[in-house]
């Protein structure tokens, strides 16, 4: 019998899991994933690019306090999931439907299945792209709560017309598991000094995450490859086309948000029948790892939003 996987409850700042299991994706990628046990309903955290279920601690703390069941896994690639052999710290996918494999199997999970409903996502950044296309295929879900989905990649700047052109010509070439420009195998927490990130204006939250890289190294995840950013690309034309979901949704964006595109998430809001869009005043790319002034107002309307349910 294969061990469960290893969840480090000491640098999450959160409850431990209920249990902790490794999922099997359709192409045999192996995921880890857990959950947490509420009688409330079910919240299904969708992680961004470089995450891992540690990360959420704190969330899976207020969440389970409200009572929630919580389910949370690391996408392939990233966290203790299986990552690509020939670079562990390439965040690697050759399409974004690799992603759907790993919801399909987490949905399907039979002890996932039976957890109490409603059920509501949580998605944040690529989570948040994923979760989309999802919910345009899945009528499971009751509720959503997006935190600033990548619904597209900054624009204009390196994602210009010319640059897409010069992406599929290295493709092309077989560039395509090369680091995207200025990318390597370091996490930018690693690299970036605080005054320069992009996630958080709270100190103790961004030394937090170092903490989490120098404790265990196996977690962090570098830049994307080539094809990873034209997956991306891709993904964002695709959303665009999808009818919107019609359930109810909430989606938080940071007044100073530089890592995904905010005209699209105003966009995609637009579109929405049952959307609503709040914007958080000063906030950066992690809303839910900002200062607690900040992390109050997002809880504050996010509590909200489900408190009906």
Not at 58 to 66: C, D, G, V
Not at 81 to 108: E, I, N, T, W
Not at 158 to 172: D, K, Q
Not at 184 to 197: D, E, I, S, V
Request: glycine fraction near 8%; charge should be neutral.
């Amino acid at each position: 019998m294969t061990a469960p996987p290893d969840y480090f409850t000491e640098i999450t700042g959160g409850p431990a899991p209920a249990s902790t299991k490794w999922l099997h994706a359709a192409d045999n990628t192996r995921l880890r994933a857990a959950q947490w046990n509420g009688s409330r309903g079910t919240v299904w955290v969708f992680q961004g690019r470089t995450e891992y279920l540690e990360k959420y601690g704190p969330t899976i703390e207020r969440l389970t306090r409200a009572g929630w069941s919580v389910v949370a896994h690391d996408w392939r690639g990233q966290g203790l999931s299986d990552r690509p052999a020939k670079d562990p710290f390439m965040g690697d996918v050759r399409h974004f439907s690799d992603y759907q494999r790993d919801v399909d199997c987490l949905l399907a999970d039979p002890d996932f299945a039976v957890l109490p409903k409603p059920w509501v996502l949580l998605a944040h950044s690529m989570g948040g792209s994923i979760g989309l296309k999802m919910l345009a295929q899945s009528e499971a879900f009751n509720r959503a709560v997006f935190s600033a989905p990548m619904w597209d990649l900054p624009r204009p700047g390196v994602f210009n017309p010319l640059a897409e052109t010069g992406l599929r010509l290295a493709i092309s070439l077989g560039f395509g598991q090369r680091y995207f420009v200025g990318g390597g195998p370091r996490n930018h927490t690693l690299t970036q000094p605080f005054a320069l990130n992009l996630l958080t204006s709270d100190r103790e939250n961004y030394d937090w995450l170092i903490h989490h890289l120098k404790t265990h190294p196996e977690l962090g995840l570098g830049g994307p490859s080539m094809r990873w950013v034209r997956a991306a690309l891709r993904q964002a034309k695709h959303l665009r086309r999808l009818d919107p979901p019609s359930l109810p949704i909430l989606t938080l964006l940071g007044t100073r948000e530089l890592v995904v595109a905010t005209e699209a998430i105003k966009q995609h809001s637009a579109r929405q029948p049952n959307a609503r869009l709040v914007e958080i005043s000063g906030a950066r790319h992690e809303i839910l790892i900002e200062t607690p002034e900040r992390q109050a107002q997002a809880w504050e309307e996010i509590d909200g939003f489900l408190a009906d349910l």
